[in-house]
């Protein structure tokens, strides 16, 4: 019944060591969203994908980089993580047809960074 | 998008309704309001949508003024496993564009015995 995976649920890395978090949805959506939330914040939107189409928020910084090599697949690239990127990461899709059409959630990638 | 305002925290009884505040004043004509919640370390998850109308699911039901300058979530009977951070959002919504969410502070709902 799962329709927005992401794997691992627990991901340790070290500074400055690059890293991948991965999503998989079922539900056919054709936009996926990265989200960034830091402890005790609100979720904060990194890029999203509509399609094929990147698309980056103004303050996103450059260490963060998204691929999605199929409508099914999407990843998080942090090229070289530092203290301050640890957080969870929530992976989204929602479907761009239909007016008021909602986004549905992963359960989210919990990143430390040593 | 509009920016929302909402009370930081909220106590309710079990079995109680709880009602959610939420304050959009300067909410377009075009814009829509979204309530999702998120129970610890989980995802948000989607609760209810509306433009003018009061809306009602199997989950909740919101009740947006005539001006739509606020909102109220209403959890007709909160359990236990509604204990969560509420968030409103408010925000236009086309077709064949990507529904960009923007959070706020949310409201942390704590649903007691």
């Known amino acids: 019944d799962a329709m927005v995976i992401q794997n691992p649920r627990y991901q340790v890395t070290q500074f400055g060591k690059p890293v991948t978090l991965s999503c998989s949805q079922t539900l056919n959506h054709n936009v996926m969203y990265w989200y960034q939330q830091k402890s005790s914040q609100a979720p904060k939107l990194l890029f999203h994908?509509?399609?094929?189409?990147?698309?980056n928020e103004a303050d996103t910084p450059d260490n963060f980089q998204s691929r999605r090599p199929n409508t099914s697949f999407c990843f998080l690239d942090i090229r070289s993580p530092g203290l301050g990127d640890a957080a969870m990461y929530l992976c989204?899709?929602?479907?761009?047809?239909?007016?008021?059409?909602?986004?549905?959630f992963g359960p989210g990638t919990r990143l430390l960074v040593l | 998008d509009a920016k929302t305002t909402q009370p930081p925290s909220m106590d309710c009884a079990e079995g109680r309704a709880a009602n959610l505040p939420c304050n959009h004043s300067t909410i377009s004509g075009n814009e829509y309001v979204y309530w999702y919640r998120q129970i610890h370390s989980q995802g948000p998850q989607y609760i209810i949508h509306g433009l003018k109308n009061n809306e009602t699911n199997e989950m909740a039901s919101l009740i947006i003024t005539e001006d739509r300058k606020s909102s109220t979530l209403i959890l007709p009977h909160a359990t236990l496993r509604d204990t969560a951070v509420y968030y409103c959002i408010v925000r236009v919504a086309h077709t064949g564009t990507a529904s960009k969410l923007t959070f706020g502070t949310g409201t942390r709902l704590q649903v007691t015995l």
């Open positions: 989204a899709t929602s479907r761009a047809l239909a007016v008021g059409e909602t986004q549905y």
């Open positions: 994908y509509y399609d094929k189409d990147f698309n």
